[in-house]
Nanobody, 121 residues
Framework: QVQLVESGGGLVQPGGSLRLSCVVSGNIFSVYVMGWYRQAPGKERESVAT???????NYADSVKGRFTISRDNGKNAVYLQMNSLKLEDTAVYYC???????????????WGQGTQVTVSS
């Protein structure tokens, strides 16, 4: 069994900051790309930021310069530091991990349960 457990969401005023965390646990052999996605009401899920095991990252244009993704490979954890939050950042944020498990050569995609981020005055 593989689990992705997220934490750190909440309510924040515009201009404020939040830090999301996601820890992957279970029968894991290796974790490759990790990322954060978000889904606002009435909209499709979109990629926010991704990071490879080597530390290369990509960001959506809407969050560049405001959000920073990082990871701790030893802990199988990924983080999203969100600064200068805007009303339009309000969404459910999901952690995603591409990984392989012991006994299989395949790569699998797993999702966390989601954490709500609400930006409101």
């Amino acid at each position: 069994q593989v689990q992705l457990v997220e934490s750190g969401g909440g309510l924040v005023q515009p201009g404020g900051s939040l830090r999301l965390s996601c820890v992957v646990s279970g029968n894991i052999f290796s974790v490759y790309v990790m990322g954060w996605y978000r889904q606002a009401p009435g909209k499709e899920r979109e990629s926010v930021a991704t990071i490879t095991s080597g530390g290369s990252s990509n960001y959506a244009d809407s969050v560049k310069g405001r959000f920073t993704i990082s990871r701790d490979n030893g802990k199988n954890a990924v983080y999203l530091q969100m600064n200068s939050l805007k009303l339009e950042d309000t969404a459910v944020y999901y952690c995603n991990a591409e990984l392989s498990i012991w006994g299989s050569r395949s790569r699998y995609n797993y999702w966390g349960q989601g954490t709500q981020v609400t930006v409101s005055s």
